[in-house]
């Protein structure tokens, strides 16, 4: 049973430019959250999707964006990339059984 | 709003010695609380959660934390670590009503000496 997939594994843009980053699920979940690790940091919770909904949101500007396809798979998409936009982007996945999400291995994005 | 405080930042301690990593959190509602635990270059990995009932909950490689209502903490322990523990854990904690967003400490640097 595959866990929660993540694509690319790495990415490196430049200042300005957009990114999409990919997610799918762990088997059986419906509900796709991302979240932002920097460097030395605990990750911090950008938004969520549920039934191709953004159910909740973080402090994170609008550059944040995200999408949730009807086959639970999701896209985060961040435009005019910032410098300070470097980080591990990580995919979680949840459904079913409260509590407790599976995460993937995520992306590292470095902005240049 | 709810938050989560990780005392240490670096834990190093020799192998075959006993660990507690502190992490206390803040919430105005009822909470389930979470340890992860993230290796070099990989994403998070459930190590145990409390949702309810018992306080103490055990991990499956020997690590356990116990739920402490009164003292809002979240204390992960190991009475005796080996080199492969060596790498970060996230306390974490969420509202216990529906899916809401969890919100992460800063970690703790767990290095486990030979």
């Known amino acids: 049973d595959a866990g929660v997939t993540q694509s690319p594994t790495h990415l490196i843009k430049t200042r300005g430019q957009q990114v999409t980053l990919r997610c799918s699920p762990k088997?059986?979940?419906?509900?796709v959250s991302w979240y932002q690790q920097a460097l030395g940091q605990g990750p911090q919770f950008i938004f969520q999707y549920y039934e191709e909904e953004e159910r909740q949101r973080g402090n994170f500007p609008d550059r944040f964006s995200g999408h949730q396809f009807p086959n639970y798979s999701s896209e985060l998409n961040v435009n005019a990339l910032l410098l300070g936009d470097s980080a591990l982007y990580l995919c979680?996945?949840?459904?079913?059984?409260?509590?407790?999400?599976?995460f993937g291995s995520g992306t590292r994005l470095t902005v240049v | 709003a709810q938050s989560v405080t990780q005392l240490d930042s670096q834990v190093p301690v020799f192998e075959e010695a006993p660990v507690e990593l502190r992490c206390n959190y803040s919430s105005s509602v009822s909470v389930y609380l979470f340890w992860y635990v993230q290796y070099p270059n990989q994403g998070l990995q459930l190590l145990l959660k409390y949702l309810s009932g018992s306080t103490l909950v055990k991990s499956i490689n020997g690590f356990e934390a116990e739920f402490n209502k009164s003292q809002t903490s979240f204390h992960l322990r190991k009475p005796s670590v080996h080199i492969s523990d060596t790498a970060e854990y996230f306390c974490a904690v969420t509202h216990s009503g529906g899916y809401q967003k969890v919100t992460f400490g800063t970690g703790t640097k767990l290095q486990v000496i030979p």
């Open positions: 088997s059986g979940h419906d509900t």
């Open positions: 979680a996945s949840s459904g079913g059984q409260k509590g407790g999400y599976t």
